[in-house]
């Protein structure tokens, strides 16, 4: 008798490793996805990929950087309004680049300058 309930734990046992090794696999499958479609950031809406603007953080599934919406927000641009100006974008999308922004000011910062300093070098050209 003995013998017959610790079978009985064992395989209850077995059946509740098995449900958390799907759970861990299930969690693993959804990180390789993540990491494939770019490197995985505090922020759930920004990524960073070195096949998409050389890592510089982006709006996951557009090609929008957190970079273009501060800059939009600078010129006076509510959420609603770059959401309007790219609808692929929604709120949430826009308010998690801000909040990246104010995350990592200095990193964006450093984007917004290269940018700058890129088109600077573009008109320098154009003019010559």
């Known amino acids: 008798m003995n013998a ?3 079978i009985e734990r ?3 046992e077995l059946g509740t490793i098995r449900q958390e090794l ?4 299930t969690q693993l499958a959804q990180m390789m996805e993540a990491s494939q479609h770019g490197g995985v950031t505090e922020h759930p809406h920004v990524i960073r990929s070195p096949r998409k603007h050389r890592s510089e953080p982006t709006i996951r599934g557009s ?4 970079r273009t ?3 939009r927000a600078r ?3 509510t959420p609603e309004q770059i959401v309007e100006a790219y609808p692929v974008l929604t709120l949430a999308q826009i308010h998690d680049a801000l909040g990246y922004y104010y995350d990592h000011p ?3 910062e450093g984007y917004i ?3 700058r300093e890129a088109q600077w070098r573009l008109k320098q050209r154009a003019s010559s």
């Open 10 to 12: 064992i395989y209850t």
């Open 22 to 25: 799907v759970t861990v696999k």
């Open 75 to 77: 010129i006076g641009d």
């Open 4 to 6: 017959a309930l610790e």
């Open 63 to 66: 090609s929008i950087t957190v």
């Open 106 to 108: 200095g990193e964006i």
């Open 113 to 115: 300058q290269e940018n």
């Open 69 to 71: 919406v501060v800059e």
